[in-house]
């Protein structure tokens, strides 16, 4: 383990144009540069999840859409 989580694709411009970027903050260990939108960018590390306590997939079901645009709907 001697690089943090490697990136495969850019989250800006989606391309796999990426390059290990040094950064000026030695506390950023991931940092990462794209050459296609020629962002550069950091991975860090939040945190470890607990098994069962986050859903994989939020579904889109729980929060319906109609309830936010009844908001600024048309009322006539
Ligand atoms: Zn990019």
Not at 59 to 68: I, K, L, N, T, V
């Amino acid at each position: 383990m001697s690089r943090a989580a490697a990136v495969f694709a850019c989250p800006y411009c989606g391309d796999d144009n990426l390059f290990p970027h040094e950064a000026e903050d030695p506390k950023v260990r991931a940092a990462w540069e794209c050459r296609s939108c020629m962002r550069a960018f950091a991975v860090s590390f939040l945190g470890q999840l607990r098994r069962g306590a986050a859903s994989p997939h939020p579904s889109p079901d729980s929060r319906s859409p109609e309830g936010r645009s009844a908001e600024g709907g048309a009322q006539a």
